[in-house]
């Protein structure tokens, strides 16, 4: 493999160890003397704890500790913060009650910790726990949005009496209104976007130690964010001093968001480890998982699309409750909002946008950022929106689109944003020549002379990544930065270690930057090491999600790079006795043009750290830079997805038979992992549309979708081989033109499949997901109605 | 896991033994039910013996009417052996979809029998095929040996040995998956052998079942046709959260015509 790098299918360097047993996850990770935790978990949805009874349970074999929510308390170990303060639109801070890491005195759902019992082994940590005796007074509970309010609902939280954590809004409401009121053609949809469950393949996990020595805590936890981990944990909520606290995510099977927050376990054993004095391990067993981390979606909608008689978008209008699930968890309030609302314009230039999100507490498991964040929430409403008024007002769905499509940038959207660059017909173009959009009538009747009914569905969506800037951001209510650190270290015999605040796990960022790193620096990739998820060695980070591992991660790295260079050139001006403004470096040499002066950057670097015939009165010695990078924006990835369905009337099964995908990244750096991330996101989102659903049981508040028995994930066999390709417009305010590819798949392929489905069905409406069971249900109340 | 004693016997004598000795011990046969049970503590036992070291229990026999099949057999095993592909095609094919590989490579025959879980598949093809089950102690028809959900005609210490399936004239299996599970949301098993047809459902009731208006109507006539109009009741049938009884009635009527036209050779 020859430079340049960039843009060629590297294999993933990490996949060496990964495929082989090789890599490292926290449960690899031992500590000598090291004890086990099992947490108690409420099994109510809602009650009250009045009492609990533990001398069984300490009497137990093996028992080192038991902590309920008592010691916390006694201990003034505080309550797990929420990241982002939105504002009422009544003017006041969102209700934010807190969040105990063990519960105090009441359990608001089904899984809710309650104690933590330490012992030997895990099997006796469970058999004491089985001796806890707690005595609950059971209350009733309320698990749908659409019910929280409702009067005579069960309360979850003092001072919240409606369990409404907020309502906000986004949008000039008057204007919106107006368009409505003379519009010639208005599409109505209700529907729910269905609550998921992340489910990545390592389940959570941590290990904490205590060093008497020092007084310092070093924690292994399967975590996308190391830093803010710590930050969160030692200044929210353990009020230990932040440089004793040593966070550590090795490798890392999988995140999707749910590995973002900063939750109870690890924060109770990284306490318990000091209490007990020894260290403590927690693995979460996958039916617990389904019941303490973070869920997705979970939003009731109403929308509105107001049109003149030509199809042209005057205004949007969209009521929204999100389901916050029993508490807020670390980014759940921006999710629905910033993350949400403003993503609303979609691709088109619908003038006048407003959309009003009441938050709610349920007693559910809290509802946090899940691969698209609020952005398949929002997309799912425009393009479903889109679609349907297509059909009302016999337009095909792609002219429609176009009719309505941004084509100058930047363009200011009604609802906050600014999009920097973008061609959205040429993705439109593509995807439509490769689903072969042109041939579908004729596949479509020789379903029909199978006896099977085929649809097409579109959607055309826009993302925001890389969320920024901080100052903007901090404007709305974010309680953190948003850019991200680097550091590029070059080593005396010319080999670099790229440190990153961004964090791997499954994105091959390994791979990527490194790629990045050899071009810029004109060495080879393999002499490029890729160094993230510790703070230990790491300057600082804000992590990975968003997609903006590359767009902010990547260019922070860039920074680093330029002043790496900069001081190269410094130190060969020296060595090649000329001035550092005559120096050129291209392709891993510095020279000075018109002569055959030359030095490579190894030659450099050596000098740098041999500094025997090197400028000490001018300059350190030393090769080693760090940058923050901050972003001026946004980056705004947009793409087209296509789904082609067939679907058995008899059964109604549905298969999907094609997907297209044609994304606009901005430059990519590796097109085969920007495919992969593709892929998945693809699976994840097909599978919320056909697949995925959590469900609760209304009176009793149980989760009914407790296990993989009846919590459906997609498998590769529901899936079609995807057809999938890229356009480019580079983004225009980051070094590298980069603009994010994780979350796309997700983002737009929930519409497309629903449109498809609808359209093969002839009806207006379908609910996610659209199982076998619902699809055959909406055949029959259709040739009822006939 | 709760603790339990672990017992490995070599001869089914010693295995019965075993059972005998300890109250309440349970046999393991290919443990992709029971192990997960016990992992999550939703059982405990004092003692497992484990059938897996019975050779006795390992082989396939065909003959020119019957194929004996040992109930150690291993559902991969069904699905490979070259016996069940000449001799019952249907129930090596039916084998080769229990589950996933992992599933299969371990589960047995017996196992999946005496489980006896409502969605499974082999009941199914053994109530259709009018198999008969063989013990330890005796032989038990089919249609006596699935009492309920997760029952059976089995008494605490009876292990089965082998199912004996008569070869029917044509015989085939259709199932739709329950999504998440991908058990049997509703499985149609039909066959058409020895003077009569037998129709059996499984994964939409308590247990596995058959449907005998269809049978007649299909030993009037053997034709997806002959069927379409019989009426499946939803009455006694399951509704849960992946399908309402009135679906599942549905599929049931939809598999079955479809399951007729299979093994008359139309797929």
Same mark, same amino acid.
């Given at each position: 493999?020859?430079?340049?790098?960039?843009?060629?299918?590297?294999?993933?360097?990490?996949?060496?160890?990964?495929?082989?047993?090789?890599?490292?996850?926290?449960?690899?990770?031992?500590?000598?003397?090291?004890?086990?935790?099992?947490?108690?978990?409420?099994?109510?949805?809602?009650?009250?704890?009045?009492?609990?009874?533990?001398?069984?349970?300490?009497?137990?074999?093996?028992?080192?500790?038991?902590?309920?929510?008592?010691?916390?308390?006694?201990?003034?170990?505080?309550?797990?913060?929420?990241?982002?303060?939105?504002?009422?639109?009544?003017?006041?801070?969102?209700?934010?009650?807190?969040?105990?890491?063990?519960?105090?005195?009441?359990?608001?759902?089904?899984?809710?910790?309650?104690?933590?019992?330490?012992?030997?082994?895990?099997?006796?940590?469970?058999?004491?726990?089985?001796?806890?005796?707690?005595?609950?007074?059971?209350?009733?509970?309320?698990?749908?949005?659409?019910?929280?309010?409702?009067?005579?609902?069960?309360?979850?939280?003092?001072?919240?009496?409606?369990?409404?954590?907020?309502?906000?809004?986004?949008?000039?409401?008057?204007?919106?209104?107006?368009?409505?009121?003379?519009?010639?053609?208005?599409?109505?949809?209700?529907?729910?976007?269905?609550?998921?469950?992340?489910?990545?393949?390592?389940?959570?996990?941590?290990?904490?130690?205590?060093?008497?020595?020092?007084?310092?805590?070093?924690?292994?936890?399967?975590?996308?964010?190391?830093?803010?981990?710590?930050?969160?944990?030692?200044?929210?909520?353990?009020?230990?001093?932040?440089?004793?606290?040593?966070?550590?995510?090795?490798?890392?099977?999988?995140?999707?968001?749910?590995?973002?927050?900063?939750?109870?376990?690890?924060?109770?054993?990284?306490?318990?480890?000091?209490?007990?004095?020894?260290?403590?391990?927690?693995?979460?067993?996958?039916?617990?998982?389904?019941?303490?981390?973070?869920?997705?979606?979970?939003?009731?909608?109403?929308?509105?699309?107001?049109?003149?008689?030509?199809?042209?978008?005057?205004?949007?209008?969209?009521?929204?409750?999100?389901?916050?699930?029993?508490?807020?968890?670390?980014?759940?309030?921006?999710?629905?909002?910033?993350?949400?609302?403003?993503?609303?314009?979609?691709?088109?230039?619908?003038?006048?946008?407003?959309?009003?999100?009441?938050?709610?507490?349920?007693?559910?498991?809290?509802?946090?950022?899940?691969?698209?964040?609020?952005?398949?929430?929002?997309?799912?409403?425009?393009?479903?929106?889109?679609?349907?008024?297509?059909?009302?007002?016999?337009?095909?769905?792609?002219?429609?689109?176009?009719?309505?499509?941004?084509?100058?940038?930047?363009?200011?959207?009604?609802?906050?944003?600014?999009?920097?660059?973008?061609?959205?017909?040429?993705?439109?173009?593509?995807?439509?020549?490769?689903?072969?959009?042109?041939?579908?009538?004729?596949?479509?009747?020789?379903?029909?002379?199978?006896?099977?009914?085929?649809?097409?569905?579109?959607?055309?969506?826009?993302?925001?990544?890389?969320?920024?800037?901080?100052?903007?951001?901090?404007?709305?209510?974010?309680?953190?930065?948003?850019?991200?650190?680097?550091?590029?270290?070059?080593?005396?015999?010319?080999?670099?270690?790229?440190?990153?605040?961004?964090?791997?796990?499954?994105?091959?960022?390994?791979?990527?930057?490194?790629?990045?790193?050899?071009?810029?620096?004109?060495?080879?990739?393999?002499?490029?090491?890729?160094?993230?998820?510790?703070?230990?060695?790491?300057?600082?980070?804000?992590?990975?999600?968003?997609?903006?591992?590359?767009?902010?991660?990547?260019?922070?790295?860039?920074?680093?790079?330029?002043?790496?260079?900069?001081?190269?050139?410094?130190?060969?001006?020296?060595?090649?006795?000329?001035?550092?403004?005559?120096?050129?470096?291209?392709?891993?040499?510095?020279?000075?043009?018109?002569?055959?002066?030359?030095?490579?950057?190894?030659?450099?670097?050596?000098?740098?750290?041999?500094?025997?015939?090197?400028?000490?009165?001018?300059?350190?010695?030393?090769?080693?830079?760090?940058?923050?990078?901050?972003?001026?924006?946004?980056?705004?990835?947009?793409?087209?997805?296509?789904?082609?369905?067939?679907?058995?009337?008899?059964?109604?099964?549905?298969?999907?038979?094609?997907?297209?995908?044609?994304?606009?990244?901005?430059?990519?750096?590796?097109?085969?992992?920007?495919?992969?991330?593709?892929?998945?996101?693809?699976?994840?989102?097909?599978?919320?549309?056909?697949?995925?659903?959590?469900?609760?049981?209304?009176?009793?508040?149980?989760?009914?979708?407790?296990?993989?028995?009846?919590?459906?994930?997609?498998?590769?066999?529901?899936?079609?081989?995807?057809?999938?390709?890229?356009?480019?417009?580079?983004?225009?305010?980051?070094?590298?033109?980069?603009?994010?590819?994780?979350?796309?798949?997700?983002?737009?392929?929930?519409?497309?499949?629903?449109?498809?489905?609808?359209?093969?069905?002839?009806?207006?409406?379908?609910?996610?997901?659209?199982?076998?069971?619902?699809?055959?249900?909406?055949?029959?109340?259709?040739?009822?109605?006939? | 896991?709760?603790?339990?004693?672990?017992?490995?016997?070599?001869?089914?004598?010693?295995?019965?033994?075993?059972?005998?000795?300890?109250?309440?011990?349970?046999?393991?046969?290919?443990?992709?039910?029971?192990?997960?049970?016990?992992?999550?503590?939703?059982?405990?036992?004092?003692?497992?013996?484990?059938?897996?070291?019975?050779?006795?229990?390992?082989?396939?026999?065909?003959?020119?009417?019957?194929?004996?099949?040992?109930?150690?057999?291993?559902?991969?095993?069904?699905?490979?052996?070259?016996?069940?592909?000449?001799?019952?095609?249907?129930?090596?094919?039916?084998?080769?979809?229990?589950?996933?590989?992992?599933?299969?490579?371990?589960?047995?025959?017996?196992?999946?029998?005496?489980?006896?879980?409502? /969605? *499974? @598949? !082999?009941? =199914?093809?053994?109530?259709?095929?009018? +198999?008969?089950?063989?013990?330890?102690?005796?032989?038990?028809?089919?249609?006596?040996?699935?009492?309920?959900?997760?029952?059976?005609?089995?008494?605490?210490?009876?292990?089965?040995?082998?199912?004996?399936?008569?070869?029917?004239?044509?015989?085939?299996?259709?199932?739709?998956?329950?999504?998440?599970?991908?058990?049997?949301?509703?499985?149609?098993?039909?066959?058409?052998?020895?003077?009569?047809?037998?129709?059996?459902?499984?994964?939409?009731?308590?247990?596995?079942?058959?449907?005998?208006?269809?049978?007649?109507?299909?030993?009037?006539?053997?034709?997806?046709?002959?069927?379409?109009?019989?009426?499946?009741?939803?009455?006694?049938?399951?509704?849960?959260?992946?399908? /309402? *009884? @009135? !679906?599942? =009635?549905?599929?049931?009527?939809?598999? +079955?015509?479809?399951?007729?036209?299979?093994?008359?050779?139309?797929?």
């Amino acid at each position: 493999m020859n430079a340049p790098y960039i843009g060629q299918s590297i294999k993933r360097k990490e996949d060496q160890r990964f495929l082989t047993g090789g890599g490292t996850y926290t449960d690899d990770v031992s500590a000598v003397n090291q004890t086990h935790a099992y947490f108690l978990r409420s099994p109510h949805a809602h009650a009250n704890i009045r009492s609990i009874r533990l001398d069984q349970a300490r009497a137990a074999p093996g028992v080192v500790g038991i902590f309920t929510g008592a010691d916390l308390a006694a201990a003034k170990v505080g309550t797990l913060p929420c990241g982002w303060l939105i504002t009422d639109v009544n003017g006041q801070p969102m209700k934010e009650p807190p969040h105990p890491c063990l519960a105090q005195g009441k359990v608001r759902h089904v899984g809710d910790q309650v104690a933590v019992v330490i012992a030997e082994t895990l099997n006796q940590a469970k058999d004491a726990a089985a001796l806890i005796e707690v005595d609950y007074d059971v209350l009733p509970a309320v698990v749908n949005a659409a019910d929280a309010r409702k009067p005579g609902a069960a309360v979850l939280h003092d001072g919240v009496p409606d369990n409404t954590s907020y309502v906000w809004a986004l949008g000039a409401k008057d204007a919106v209104d107006k368009a409505f009121a003379t519009a010639k053609h208005v599409t109505t949809l209700e529907f729910i976007n269905n609550r998921l469950i992340p489910n990545a393949i390592e389940p959570r996990a941590a290990l904490a130690q205590y060093s008497r020595a020092d007084d310092s805590y070093t924690v292994h936890v399967a975590n996308q964010n190391p830093h803010v981990e710590r930050l969160l944990m030692t200044a929210f909520v353990l009020g230990l001093p932040e440089h004793k606290v040593r966070v550590i995510a090795p490798d890392v099977g999988g995140g999707f968001g749910s590995k973002i927050f900063l939750y109870a376990e690890e924060t109770v054993i990284t306490w318990a480890a000091k209490q007990v004095n020894r260290p403590v391990k927690w693995v979460c067993e996958r039916s617990d998982s389904f019941l303490a981390d973070a869920h997705g979606r979970d939003h009731v909608t109403k929308a509105e699309l107001a049109l003149d008689k030509n199809g042209t978008f005057l205004a949007m209008r969209v009521q929204t409750t999100a389901n916050l699930g029993a508490y807020l968890s670390t980014f759940a309030s921006s999710v629905p909002t910033i993350l949400y609302a403003t993503l609303l314009a979609g691709q088109y230039t619908t003038p006048a946008i407003y959309c009003e999100v009441t938050a709610v507490f349920t007693n559910t498991v809290p509802v946090d950022a899940y691969r698209g964040a609020g952005r398949p929430e929002a997309t799912y409403v425009v393009e479903r929106l889109v679609e349907t008024a297509a059909r009302e007002m016999n337009i095909s769905p792609a002219e429609l689109r176009r009719k309505n499509s941004i084509t100058q940038f930047p363009y200011q959207t009604p609802v906050a944003l600014c999009y920097d660059t973008g061609n959205y017909e040429a993705t439109l173009a593509q995807a439509m020549k490769l689903a072969d959009v042109a041939g579908f009538e004729a596949r479509r009747k020789q379903a029909a002379d199978r006896g099977k009914l085929r649809g097409l569905g579109y959607s055309t969506y826009i993302e925001a990544c890389g969320l920024a800037p901080s100052n903007i951001a901090g404007a709305l209510g974010a309680r953190a930065g948003l850019y991200e650190a680097g550091e590029v270290r070059f080593h005396p015999t010319g080999t670099v270690s790229v440190f990153t605040g961004s964090h791997s796990h499954g994105q091959g960022h390994e791979t990527t930057f490194a790629q990045v790193v050899a071009d810029k620096l004109g060495i080879p990739v393999e002499n490029v090491d890729v160094v993230h998820g510790d703070t230990g060695r790491i300057p600082f980070g804000m992590g990975t999600y968003g997609s903006r591992s590359l767009a902010v991660g990547g260019s922070a790295i860039m920074k680093a790079l330029d002043k790496i260079i900069a001081k190269g050139k410094k130190i060969a001006a020296h060595l090649l006795e000329a001035s550092d403004t005559d120096i050129e470096f291209k392709d891993g040499v510095f020279s000075v043009p018109g002569t055959e002066k030359k030095k490579t950057i190894g030659e450099v670097a050596f000098a740098a750290y041999v500094p025997h015939n090197y400028p000490l009165d001018k300059l350190e010695p030393g090769l080693n830079e760090q940058a923050f990078y901050d972003p001026t924006n946004f980056t705004y990835p947009a793409g087209s997805h296509i789904c082609e369905v067939e679907i058995d009337p008899d059964t109604g099964a549905t298969k999907v038979i094609n997907f297209t995908a044609v994304d606009d990244f901005g430059n990519v750096i590796n097109p085969m992992i920007v495919e992969g991330q593709v892929h998945g996101g693809l699976a994840q989102g097909i599978g919320q549309a056909l697949l995925e659903g959590c469900v609760y049981d209304a009176a009793s508040g149980q989760l009914l979708t407790g296990s993989y028995m009846d919590y459906a994930m997609p498998r590769a066999d529901d899936l079609p081989s995807f057809t999938v390709d890229t356009r480019v417009t580079a983004c225009t305010h980051n070094p590298l033109g980069v603009k994010g590819c994780g979350e796309a798949g997700a983002i737009g392929s929930p519409a497309a499949v629903i449109n498809a489905i609808t359209d093969a069905l002839g009806v207006k409406d379908i609910a996610m997901p659209a199982t076998a069971q619902t699809v055959w249900r909406t055949l029959q109340s259709k040739s009822k109605k006939k | 896991m709760h603790t339990f004693d672990y017992h490995r016997p070599a001869t089914l004598k010693d295995a019965v033994a075993l059972l005998k000795k300890t109250e309440n011990a349970r046999p393991l046969a290919g443990g992709q039910s029971l192990t997960p049970a016990l992992k999550m503590r939703l059982a405990q036992t004092p003692a497992l013996v484990d059938l897996g070291a019975l050779e006795e229990l390992r082989t396939i026999k065909l003959e020119a009417a019957v194929l004996t099949i040992g109930a150690g057999v291993r559902h991969s095993e069904v699905a490979e052996s070259k016996d069940v592909k000449i001799g019952l095609p249907v129930l090596a094919k039916l084998a080769a979809h229990i589950g996933d590989r992992q599933v299969r490579n371990m589960g047995t025959l017996g196992g999946s029998l005496a489980n006896n879980d409502p /969605a *499974a @598949d !082999y009941p =199914a093809a053994v109530l259709a095929l009018s +198999a008969t089950i063989h013990t330890n102690r005796r032989s038990i028809p089919a249609d006596k040996f699935f009492t309920g959900l997760y029952e059976t005609a089995l008494k605490p210490g009876e292990i089965i040995t082998s199912v004996e399936f008569p070869l029917p004239k044509r015989a085939a299996y259709v199932k739709f998956k329950q999504p998440a599970s991908r058990f049997a949301l509703v499985g149609v098993f039909v066959s058409e052998g020895g003077g009569q047809v037998r129709v059996a459902v499984t994964g939409a009731a308590n247990s596995v079942f058959r449907l005998k208006d269809m049978e007649k109507k299909l030993g009037e006539k053997f034709a997806p046709e002959a069927i379409a109009k019989v009426k499946v009741s939803a009455d006694k049938l399951n509704s849960d959260l992946h399908a /309402a *009884a @009135d !679906y599942r =009635a549905h599929l049931i009527s939809v598999l +079955a015509q479809r399951a007729v036209g299979e093994a008359l050779g139309g797929k």
